[in-house]
T-cell receptor, first 112, second 113 residues
Framework: SQTIHQWPATLVQPVGSPLSLECTVE??????LYWYRQAAGRGLQLLFY??????ISSEVPQNLSASRPQDRQFILSSKKLLLSDSGFYLC???????????FGPGTRLTVT | DQQVKQNSPSLSVQEGRISILNCDYT??????FLWYKKYPAEGPTFLIS???IKDKNEDGRFTVFLNKSAKHLSLHIVPSQPGDSAVYFC????????????WGAGTKLIIKP
C-alpha cells in the first residue's frame, strides 16, 4: 500500500532563516505531487505541483520554492522566511489520471 | 474570486441526527467534486466524490448530492456520530486542468452528544 511521509511535524524558525520541508511517497511510482499551505482558519492554498522529476509548477508567487530531485521526493524550501510564511504545510500525492489526493500528516511552521 | 464557497464556517448537530454540509461553486467547467474530512493537526482524508454526470453518490453514512443547475453540492451524514466532528472541505476540478483541485474554505462540524 502507498504511504506518504512528511517531516518535521513541527518547526519554529526565526524570520530570515532558511526552510526545508521534505515529503516522500512510498509504494507507487511517478505520482503527481503537491504542496499546500493552510493558514489559520483558512482553506487549502495550492503552492506547487509536480507531474514528474524536475517538473515544478508554481501557483502563487512568493519566497518559497519547490524541487523534485527524485520520483517520490518533493521538497519545499525558502532562503529567508517571512512572518507570513507561518502555517500548516501539507504534501499530497495522486496516481496519474486521478482526482483523489492523499495527504501527508503536515508540518506546523511557526515563524517568529 | 472564490470559485468554491462553503458559506457556513461552522455547523452544530445533535448526535444521531442528519448533518448537511453545503458547497457552492461558480465555474461551470468543474466536472468532478470531492469532499474531504480533516482533524486538527492532520492532513485531510478523502471521503466521497461525484462526477458531474451524476446527481447523487452514496457510501455508507455519507451521500453527496450535486445540483448542476444551481451549482450546488451537499454532503449528508446520517446518522451523525461524535467521530464526525471535524472540518469538512469541498473541492472541485475543472475539465483539462491536470486534475488540480480548487478548495473551499471548510466547514467545522461539531456533533453534540
Amino acid at each position: 500500500s502507498q504511504t506518504i511521509h512528511q517531516w518535521p511535524a513541527t518547526l519554529v524558525q526565526p524570520v530570515g532563516s532558511p526552510l526545508s520541508l521534505e515529503c516522500t511517497v512510498e509504494g507507487t511510482s511517478n505520482p503527481n505531487l503537491y504542496w499546500y499551505r493552510q493558514a489559520a482558519g483558512r482553506g487549502l492554498q495550492l503552492l506547487f505541483y509536480s507531474v514528474g522529476i524536475g517538473q515544478i509548477s508554481s501557483e502563487v508567487p512568493q519566497n518559497l520554492s519547490a524541487s523534485r530531485p527524485q520520483d517520490r521526493q518533493f521538497i519545499l524550501s525558502s532562503k529567508k522566511l517571512l512572518l507570513s510564511d507561518s502555517g500548516f504545510y501539507l504534501c499530497a500525492w495522486t496516481p496519474n489520471f486521478s482526482y483523489e489526493q492523499y495527504f501527508g500528516p503536515g508540518t506546523r511552521l511557526t515563524v517568529t | 474570486d472564490q470559485q468554491v464557497k462553503q458559506n457556513s464556517p461552522s455547523l452544530s448537530v445533535q448526535e444521531g441526527r442528519i448533518s448537511i454540509l453545503n458547497c457552492d461553486y461558480t465555474n461551470s467547467m468543474f466536472d468532478y467534486f470531492l469532499w474531504y474530512k480533516k482533524y486538527p493537526a492532520e492532513g485531510p482524508t478523502f471521503l466521497i466524490s461525484i462526477s458531474s454526470i451524476k446527481d447523487k453518490n452514496e457510501d455508507g453514512r455519507f451521500t453527496v448530492f450535486l445540483n448542476k443547475s444551481a451549482k450546488h453540492l451537499s454532503l449528508h451524514i446520517v446518522p451523525s456520530q461524535p467521530g464526525d466532528s471535524a472540518v469538512y472541505f469541498c473541492a472541485a476540478s475543472e475539465v483539462d486542468s491536470n486534475y488540480q483541485l480548487i478548495w473551499g474554505a471548510g466547514t467545522k462540524l461539531i456533533i453534540k452528544p
